[in-house]
């Protein structure tokens, strides 16, 4: 493959690639399963800094692998999650400071319809919590300082919660998980948090979330993505590309921010981490949390 730009380089595999700078930061967008290979193979080369999409890794061991390589290297690892920067997000985040006694929840809601749900589980069978809703998860780490070290007690919204055993298109194999999946969180400090994520939540729509905060139960505040102005410009790139999925036009405008974030600290040379970006520590604690959470529901569900 050949690109129009000089600049742009194409290879068949990643031995064939060379860091041609000093300062070079790798972007690892593929399989979940190939980033532990993926990682330690671009660290070897030489790259100083690694954008990973979330969650990072399969499994919370190999991310506390790759980042003590990291660490051993000097290598500094940002993970993709979008919503750490997301407006409806910063907003409530704002309101919920300025308001004594508030709580946030955050409703987290996909465009599948029931009759998707079995390649749905089958595609993301690392289930609903490393997956759909480790994007709450690593808000929850982030701004409401959730570990599971400092988790006090967990609530789970039993009505909310649908728990399904469906067979994969594909393989045939059973994957049992959530279409949809609520809890309350408090913490040993007292932060209290409520994440509600459901995968056929606007079935065949466009998806979105909203951030809800209330006081004593009573909704004082929210906001959602898309707002009005958002969904005009999804309905203008859908329209100009039906076959994308409608969530990449849900998230363009995140990522560019994420992504502009990380390469300005870089280039600048700044200490510390960029604003709002989560970090492979921050990544480990999300999904050691979700692996927390699979455990504790799969016992209330036996």
Same mark, same amino acid.
């Given at each position: 493959?050949?690109?129009?730009?000089? !600049?742009?380089?194409?290879?068949?595999?990643?031995?064939?690639?060379?860091?041609?700078?000093?300062?070079?930061?790798?972007?690892? /967008?593929?399989?979940?399963?190939?980033?532990?290979?993926?990682?330690?193979?671009?660290?070897?080369?030489?790259?100083?800094?690694? +954008?990973?999409?979330?969650?990072?890794?399969?499994?919370?061991?190999?991310?506390? %692998?790759?980042?003590?390589? /990291?660490?051993?290297?000097?290598?500094?690892?940002?993970?993709? +999650?979008?919503?750490? @920067?997301?407006?409806?997000?910063?907003? /409530?985040?704002?309101? %919920?400071?300025? *308001? #004594?006694?508030?709580?946030?929840?955050?409703?987290?809601?996909?465009?599948?319809?029931?009759?998707?749900?079995?390649?749905?589980?089958? $595609?993301?069978?690392?289930?609903?919590?490393?997956?759909? &809703?480790?994007?709450?998860?690593?808000?929850? @780490?982030?701004? +409401?300082?959730?570990?599971?070290?400092?988790?006090?007690?967990?609530?789970?919204?039993?009505?909310?919660? $649908?728990?399904? *055993?469906?067979?994969?298109? !594909?393989?045939?194999? =059973?994957?049992?998980?959530?279409?949809?999946?609520?809890?309350?969180?408090?913490?040993?400090?007292?932060?209290?948090?409520?994440?509600?994520?459901? $995968?056929?939540?606007?079935?065949?729509?466009?998806?979105?979330?909203? &951030?809800?905060? !209330?006081?004593?139960?009573?909704?004082?505040? $929210?906001?959602?993505?898309?707002?009005? =102005?958002?969904?005009?410009?999804?309905?203008?790139? %859908?329209?100009?590309?039906?076959?994308?999925?409608?969530?990449?036009?849900?998230?363009?405008?995140?990522?560019?921010?994420?992504?502009?974030? @990380?390469?300005?600290?870089?280039?600048?040379? =700044?200490?510390? !981490?960029?604003?709002?970006? &989560?970090?492979?520590?921050?990544? @480990?604690? &999300?999904?050691?949390?979700? #692996? +927390?959470?699979?455990?504790?529901?799969?016992?209330?569900?036996?």
């Amino acid at each position: 493959m050949e690109s129009s730009d000089p !600049s742009v380089k194409f290879f068949a595999d990643l031995k064939d690639w060379t860091p041609e700078s000093k300062n070079t930061c790798a972007l690892i /967008a593929g399989r979940t399963a190939d980033n532990p290979r993926i990682f330690k193979e671009l660290v070897d080369k030489g790259c100083t800094h690694i +954008y990973l999409e979330k969650p990072g890794a399969p499994t919370v061991k190999e991310l506390e %692998q790759m980042m003590a390589y /990291a660490k051993e290297k000097g290598v500094k690892v940002y993970v993709g +999650y979008n919503k750490n @920067v997301t407006k409806y997000v910063r907003l /409530a985040l704002q309101f %919920q400071k300025n *308001t #004594e006694g508030a709580s946030t929840t955050f409703v987290h809601n996909n465009a599948y319809t029931e009759e998707e749900l079995p390649e749905c589980f089958e $595609r993301n069978a690392e289930g609903i919590l490393k997956n759909m &809703a480790i994007h709450e998860l690593a808000l929850l @780490v982030t701004y +409401y300082d959730v570990r599971v070290d400092t988790v006090k007690e967990v609530v789970p919204d039993m009505e909310y919660s $649908r728990r399904l *055993t469906l067979n994969g298109p !594909s393989s045939g194999k =059973a994957h049992t998980d959530f279409s949809r999946v609520g809890f309350t969180v408090t913490t040993t400090s007292g932060n209290s948090v409520t994440v509600r994520a459901d $995968r056929c939540g606007d079935p065949g729509g466009k998806g979105g979330s909203v &951030a809800i905060v !209330s006081v004593d139960g009573d909704e004082k505040f $929210r906001a959602l993505t898309p707002d009005d =102005a958002l969904k005009r410009k999804m309905d203008a790139g %859908q329209k100009a590309d039906p076959a994308m999925m409608p969530y990449f036009f849900l998230q363009d405008e995140d990522y560019k921010i994420l992504k502009e974030r @990380v390469c300005n600290h870089i280039m600048t040379g =700044a200490e510390g !981490s960029p604003e709002g970006i &989560a970090t492979i520590e921050i990544a @480990v604690e &999300a999904l050691k949390l979700a #692996e +927390y959470l699979n455990k504790f529901f799969d016992k209330a569900f036996a």
